[in-house]
């Protein structure tokens, strides 16, 4: 009932197909032999579920396949042996199946005999096969399988079919035991290849789970690495604009400082110059080092000469801004900085405290040099009151006009560095104020804000 005589149907009718050339239905990459001869001995009644044919009538027709058979033919033979003693039968049938294999015919045969079972596992090139049952269900699987015998399966088919017990019972102890534990061998190997079966599954699924998971893990990985790559390379423009603006502001304070000094040249200036320049030159390095921030950067060893308190003048060492406490250290050891228009928490270590006194001595300096008037080293926190203009809110000519406006007052005051804040928004009335700004005749140069001004939300605007 396993579909045995089937198998041998179907094995002739394709070998016939590929030699008519004919499409066969199997899978991709099969493969297949053609013969000169295919020799069959299958009876005109098979079914799969009994054979009507008379040990006699097969008789017959194997005789003629010996005669006819060479190494050239395909012989396939149906219940080989049946219709007869079971004995003589499957000793009957080695001896012809031997036959045939001396010719060099390749051959197929079906049988429910242990001794041919046995004799194919004895016997080199000669393979056993057996078509797969489930008796729960009384079906075939359809499933061939290469190399395993197949167990009859009589007892059980007959009991699910309602033979009698006692019946069935009876008969197994008309069994040999010899024969009794072959068979017992043959479901412990078909119950151990289920389980090898039902665990390679599982590792194949396991295996499967394996593959993905390292699939996803090295994506991620590769996600993960280009982000890092992508925030590195920002925060290094972002640094680099930092020290660049620091530089340029640096420099124009320089050439500032130089003309003064071939104003007035007197020794104590000219002292206080030089170093201002050696306090430029350091920080500058200082920056250039710890503006990096792949690299990462050591704080320097400070220790204030008294505790911070609210109202010192500071110098926040990450901007290199100075600036006003506007608190006392909290219980974390932040406190709250006013450095030009900002407003910021910093922790005190990133403090340093600025003499007032030298501050004094340069601003007295000054506003000598300029006949009462400080025109370039003003104080930031009244710098800061009308250093910048915010449009935010305001439409472009609105925005055009009060420019406009802030400008001229600016000249008056004698401020040259202002900062125009027009938010980021859809970028439009930055743009409208930078295209105005170019075409102003009292516009010198003009930039984006870098990081610590308010980046693409303000514009740095230098005046004639």
Known sequence: TGGKTVTLKTLGLLTLMAMCGLMLPVAENSTISVYKKVLVDIGDEQSIEQSLSTFSAHMTNIVSIIEEADSDSLVLLDELGAGTDPVEGAALAISIMERLAMYGAKIAATTHYAEIKEYALQTENVCNASCEFDVETLKPTYRLLIGIPGKSNAFAISQRLGLPEEIIEAAKQNISAEKTRFEDVLAQL??????????????????????????????????????????????????????????????????????????????????????????????????????????????????PPRPFKKGDLVLVVQLNEEGVLLSDPDSSGNVQVQAGIMKTKVPVSDLRLVDKKRRRQIDRMERKNNGGVTKTLKDKSQRSASSEIDLRGQTIEEGIMMVDQYIDSCLLMGIKTITIIHGKGTGALRSAIQQHLKNHKMVRTFRLGVYGEGEDGVTIAELK
């Open 190 to 303: 078909d119950e151990a290849r289920q389980a090898l079966e039902k665990e390679k599954e599982e590792v194949d699924r396991l295996k499967a789970e394996q593959l993905e998971s390292k699939r996803n893990l090295e994506q991620y990985k590769q996600k993960t690495y280009k982000m890092m790559e992508r925030e590195l390379q920002n925060a290094q423009e972002k640094a680099n604009r930092i020290v660049s603006s620091a530089k340029a502001e640096s420099a124009k304070l320089l050439e500032e400082l130089d003309d003064l000094r071939k104003q007035k040249e007197s020794e104590e200036f000219s002292k206080l110059v030089q170093g201002a320049k050696s306090v430029y030159k350091s920080n500058i390095n200082r920056l250039e080092d710890i503006a990096n921030p792949v690299i990462g950067r050591m704080k320097e060893e400070y220790v």
